[in-house]
DNA sequence: TTGTGTTTTATTGCCTCC
DNA sequence: GGAGGCAATAAAACACAA
């Protein structure tokens, strides 16, 4: 505190002392004014209701600072609960009916409103974290997958190789171009089917001039489907920019909407963690 | 009882809005 | 320029282990 300070004395127990520094701002004035608004009225706790806490806080002189009731704070909680921001005309009626000044309602606001924020971020914190794990999870499954995979074009590519090398199946043997027409179409019709049978057989396999199913670092699902899931960029994660407004739920709703839905659907998650 | 960590109350400075 | 909000901070009050 550097413009102004409360001496806490204990030989008269309940004492304050405010020194002000002489702040010509308005800050300073308000502080001022508080303390002599302070200095005139009687203790905060002075309501009917209070007069349960008389015993305890009896002995204790008005400006020593302390702690509101229960009772106040649960009327204050509740408010809160109705409307965390205070219109000047709430808070005179809180702060009459509590018996507290309207500039403690205020700070109490204030303060309960930084501790609902905090309270906000752990929890966003632990719903980002537990998204991060599941999308961690999920893609190490992918990697796996895509490894085995991998290894099985291999080994089905080896085979055929060995095949091919016995004989036993000549793929894209393209046709004599010497041979009589219709023998020459004949050929290719057997090239062609060849080819498809080889496309078509979940091998992958292919000669040399075809398309290759190897990691060229794309997706191995070029249309952008894999067992139904479309890889598209997940809906709700989206800039800052879209949305930094305090509504009053999570920093990140949308986010963890859409992360929950592909839960509930037993969906893949990730795929614009993992495609992009 | 005492040291220490946490919570609550309050102040201050800065910023935005009207 | 005043009012009110927020972040940072101080300090009292409180909780609790040793």
Redo the contacts with the bound molecule.
């Keep these: 505190?550097?413009?102004?300070?409360?001496?806490?004395d204990p030989s008269c127990y309940g004492n304050m002392l405010f020194i002000g520094n002489g702040?010509p701002?308005?800050?300073?004035a308000r502080?001022l004014l508080?303390?002599e608004e302070t200095s005139k009225r009687r203790p905060?706790f002075s309501s009917p209701d209070e007069l349960i806490d008389e015993e305890y806080y009896d002995e204790q002189l008005p400006e020593?600072?302390?702690?509101?009731t229960p009772e106040q704070?649960h009327h204050l909680e509740k408010s809160f609960e109705t409307e965390n921001?205070?219109e000047?005309e709430r808070k005179t009626q809180l702060a009459n009916k509590l018996g507290l000044q309207p500039?403690?309602v205020?700070?109490?606001f204030?303060?309960r409103?930084?501790?609902w924020?905090t309270k906000q971020l752990e929890r966003d914190y632990d719903l980002l974290k537990s998204s991060y794990e599941s999308l961690l999870s999920d893609y190490d499954s992918m990697i796996k997958e895509k490894e085995k995979l991998k290894s099985e074009v291999v080994s089905l590519t080896e085979k055929l190789q060995a095949n091919e090398v016995a004989g036993v199946v000549i793929v894209g043997q393209k046709p004599d171009p010497q041979l009589p027409g219709n023998e020459a179409e004949i050929g290719a019709a057997q090239f062609s089917v060849k080819a498809e049978d080889h496309l078509s057989s979940g091998s992958g396999v292919v000669d040399d001039d075809g398309p290759q199913l190897v990691d060229s670092g794309d997706s191995y699902f070029p249309d952008g489907d894999y067992h139904g899931c479309s890889m598209v960029p997940m809906e709700g994660i989206h800039s800052e920019e879209d949305d930094g407004s305090d509504d009053g739920h999570s920093y990140f709703p949308n986010a963890f909407a859409a992360e929950q839905q592909h839960h509930e659907e037993g969906e893949p998650l990730g795929w614009w963690v993992i495609w992009s």
Excluded: E, H, I, Y
């Design positions: 505190m550097d413009s102004g300070q409360f001496f806490f702040d701002t308005f800050r300073g502080s508080n303390m905060f020593k600072k302390r702690r509101l704070v921001k205070l000047p500039r403690q205020a700070v109490w204030q303060n409103r930084a501790r924020k």
